[in-house]
C-alpha cells in the first residue's frame, strides 16, 4: 500500500464498519506519510472521523428535515455521521396511520437519504406503547381486539415495514421501553393481550422479514440496576430460546449530573456481557432543571412550568456550557474505554432547537442539549467531544 493509498483509506474508512482502536498503533506508525490527507492538511475533523477507529457516529433524523429545506442542516448531518435512526417516521402512527393505510414517503426519502450517504440505518421503532393508533388494540367493529387479531395485525405490519426496507435497513428496534424502572414489565395493550411472550413474538416476526437484519431491545435509564437486570435477563432467555437478538439499545437521556458515570459504567458492563452489543442509542444531555423527584425519559410525563424551570432563554452561560462540554467528555470517555462492546453512538437530534427537551416534560423551555446550537454552529460539547476521539491510542 503506498501513502496516497492508505489515505484514501483512511479519509474513507468511515463509509465501512469502523475498525477498531487498538489498529491506532499501525495507524502512528504510518501517520507520517500521510502529510497528503484532508484532515492531516488541517481541515476540521468530523465526528465520525474521530471515531472511526472505535463506534460509528449517529443522529436521529426528524421527518421535517427531509420534507422542507434544510439543506445547511442536512450538509452538517452527512460530513458529520456515518449511522442514521428515524425520530418519529417509522413509528406506527406515522408509518401505518389507518388499518388499511401505509404511509412511506417520508420513510422512503430517509432511507434514500441514509443511503446517499453511506450512513448506516437503524429503523425505530416496531412495537411501543407509545405512538400506536387505538385501532391496533381495536376489531373492526371497535370492540377491544382478541389476541389472534392483535397478533395478525402485527405480523402483517412487521412483514409489510420491515419487509419494503429489507436489505436496507440494517437493523431495528424491535421493542422499545418494555421494562419499568423497578425492574418489572411494563403493562402494556401488547402484554394484556399478547402475554409476556409478546416480546419474543415481535422479534421472531421481525426475524421472518429479514433475516439478515440485527434485531434490538431498547430503553432508558438502564442504569438503573433493576431494569439492567430485567433487560438482560429478557436477552438471555430469548437466546436460549433460539430467538435473534443482537443488542441492547442503551438510551442516554441524561444530565449534568445524574446518572452517576460509575451507574452508566456499569451498566455497560452488564448488558454488554448479555448481549454481547451495546448501542448508546439516543444521546442528549439535559442541563435544565428537573422538575420533581423522580428523574427518567417517559414521554408520557409532563410537568408545570415555571421561569426558574427555564432560566436559559436568552443563551446557555458560559459555565453551563464548559460543565456540558465536561459531561460529554466524560461519557466519551467511558464510551472509548468499552469500545470493544458500543457499536453505535447516536445523538437524538441535531441542533439545540430540535430536541425533545424543548417541549418535555414542560412544554415552551428553551433546551440546550446537544452538540451544534440554533444557529448550526458547533458548541464547546462539540469541540470536546471530537477532542476525546482524537487522543492517541491509550
Given at each position: 500500500?503506498?501513502?496516497?493509498?492508505?489515505?484514501?483509506?483512511?479519509?474513507?474508512?468511515?463509509?465501512?464498519?469502523?475498525?477498531?482502536?487498538?489498529?491506532?498503533?499501525?495507524?502512528?506508525?504510518?501517520?507520517?506519510c500521510c502529510f497528503a490527507s484532508p484532515v492531516m492538511a488541517g481541515e476540521p475533523v468530523t465526528l465520525k472521523e474521530a471515531y472511526?477507529?472505535?463506534?460509528?457516529m449517529g443522529v436521529a433524523i426528524a421527518t421535517h428535515w427531509l420534507t422542507e429545506p434544510h439543506p445547511e442542516l442536512l450538509k452538517i448531518v452527512a460530513e458529520q455521521f456515518n449511522a442514521a435512526t428515524p425520530e418519529n417516521l417509522l413509528?406506527?402512527?406515522?408509518?401505518?396511520?389507518?388499518?388499511?393505510r401505509y404511509h412511506f414517503a417520508d420513510a422512503d426519502r430517509f432511507v434514500d437519504f441514509a443511503e446517499q450517504h453511506g450512513m448506516r440505518i437503524t429503523g425505530h421503532t416496531l412495537v411501543w406503547h407509545n405512538q400506536t393508533p387505538d385501532w391496533v388494540f381495536q376489531g373492526?367493529?371497535?370492540?377491544?381486539?382478541?389476541?389472534?387479531?392483535?397478533l395478525a395485525t402485527l405480523r402483517e405490519h412487521i412483514q409489510t415495514v420491515v419487509g419494503r426496507y429489507r436489505g436496507r435497513i440494517a437493523g431495528w428496534d424491535v421493542v422499545n421501553e418494555a421494562i419499568n424502572d423497578d425492574g418489572t414489565l411494563r403493562d402494556t395493550p401488547w402484554r394484556?393481550?399478547?402475554?409476556?411472550?409478546?416480546?419474543?413474538?415481535?422479534?421472531?416476526?421481525?426475524h421472518e422479514a429479514d433475516p439478515d437484519a440485527e434485531l434490538y431491545y431498547n430503553d432508558y435509564s438502564l442504569y438503573l440496576k433493576d431494569k439492567a437486570r430485567t433487560a438482560s435477563r429478557l436477552v438471555r432467555t430469548m437466546k436460549r430460546n433460539d430467538v435473534r437478538i443482537d443488542g441492547i439499545g442503551m438510551q442516554g437521556h441524561w444530565s449534568l449530573d445524574y446518572p452517576p458515570i460509575e451507574d452508566i459504567d456499569r451498566s455497560i458492563q452488564s448488558l454488554s456481557a448479555a448481549a454481547g452489543k451495546v448501542m448508546i442509542s439516543e444521546l442528549d444531555i439535559n442541563v435544565l432543571p428537573w422538575p420533581g423527584d423522580q428523574i427518567d425519559a417517559d414521554v408520557a410525563r409532563q410537568a408545570v412550568g415555571s421561569p426558574e424551570l427555564d432560566p436559559y432563554t436568552q443563551g446557555l452561560p458560559a459555565e453551563k456550557q464548559a460543565q456540558l462540554a465536561n459531561r460529554y467528555t466524560e461519557v466519551f470517555e467511558?464510551?472509548?474505554?468499552?469500545?470493544?462492546?458500543?457499536?453505535?453512538?447516536?445523538?437524538?437530534?441535531?441542533?439545540?432547537?430540535?430536541?425533545?427537551?424543548?417541549?418535555?416534560?414542560?412544554?415552551?423551555?428553551?433546551?440546550?442539549?446537544?452538540?451544534?446550537?440554533?444557529?448550526?454552529?458547533?458548541?464547546?460539547?462539540?469541540?470536546?467531544?471530537?477532542?476525546?476521539?482524537?487522543?492517541?491510542?491509550?
Amino acid at each position: 500500500m503506498n501513502r496516497n493509498d492508505y489515505c484514501t483509506t483512511r479519509s474513507q474508512a468511515f463509509v465501512s464498519p469502523a475498525p477498531r482502536r487498538q489498529q491506532r498503533s499501525l495507524a502512528a506508525g504510518l501517520i507520517a506519510c500521510c502529510f497528503a490527507s484532508p484532515v492531516m492538511a488541517g481541515e476540521p475533523v468530523t465526528l465520525k472521523e474521530a471515531y472511526q477507529d472505535d463506534f460509528r457516529m449517529g443522529v436521529a433524523i426528524a421527518t421535517h428535515w427531509l420534507t422542507e429545506p434544510h439543506p445547511e442542516l442536512l450538509k452538517i448531518v452527512a460530513e458529520q455521521f456515518n449511522a442514521a435512526t428515524p425520530e418519529n417516521l417509522l413509528k406506527w402512527q406515522s408509518v401505518h396511520p389507518e388499518r388499511d393505510r401505509y404511509h412511506f414517503a417520508d420513510a422512503d426519502r430517509f432511507v434514500d437519504f441514509a443511503e446517499q450517504h453511506g450512513m448506516r440505518i437503524t429503523g425505530h421503532t416496531l412495537v411501543w406503547h407509545n405512538q400506536t393508533p387505538d385501532w391496533v388494540f381495536q376489531g373492526a367493529d371497535g370492540q377491544p381486539a382478541t389476541r389472534e387479531q392483535v397478533l395478525a395485525t402485527l405480523r402483517e405490519h412487521i412483514q409489510t415495514v420491515v419487509g419494503r426496507y429489507r436489505g436496507r435497513i440494517a437493523g431495528w428496534d424491535v421493542v422499545n421501553e418494555a421494562i419499568n424502572d423497578d425492574g418489572t414489565l411494563r403493562d402494556t395493550p401488547w402484554r394484556r393481550i399478547l402475554g409476556d411472550d409478546y416480546l419474543e413474538i415481535a422479534f421472531r416476526l421481525a426475524h421472518e422479514a429479514d433475516p439478515d437484519a440485527e434485531l434490538y431491545y431498547n430503553d432508558y435509564s438502564l442504569y438503573l440496576k433493576d431494569k439492567a437486570r430485567t433487560a438482560s435477563r429478557l436477552v438471555r432467555t430469548m437466546k436460549r430460546n433460539d430467538v435473534r437478538i443482537d443488542g441492547i439499545g442503551m438510551q442516554g437521556h441524561w444530565s449534568l449530573d445524574y446518572p452517576p458515570i460509575e451507574d452508566i459504567d456499569r451498566s455497560i458492563q452488564s448488558l454488554s456481557a448479555a448481549a454481547g452489543k451495546v448501542m448508546i442509542s439516543e444521546l442528549d444531555i439535559n442541563v435544565l432543571p428537573w422538575p420533581g423527584d423522580q428523574i427518567d425519559a417517559d414521554v408520557a410525563r409532563q410537568a408545570v412550568g415555571s421561569p426558574e424551570l427555564d432560566p436559559y432563554t436568552q443563551g446557555l452561560p458560559a459555565e453551563k456550557q464548559a460543565q456540558l462540554a465536561n459531561r460529554y467528555t466524560e461519557v466519551f470517555e467511558l464510551f472509548v474505554r468499552h469500545r470493544d462492546f458500543i457499536d453505535r453512538v447516536t445523538f437524538w437530534g441535531l441542533e439545540d432547537g430540535a430536541s425533545w427537551h424543548n417541549n418535555w416534560p414542560i412544554k415552551g423551555r428553551t433546551a440546550h442539549s446537544l452538540l451544534f446550537d440554533r444557529n448550526l454552529r458547533p458548541k464547546p460539547a462539540f469541540d470536546a467531544v471530537i477532542a476525546v476521539g482524537t487522543r492517541p491510542n491509550e
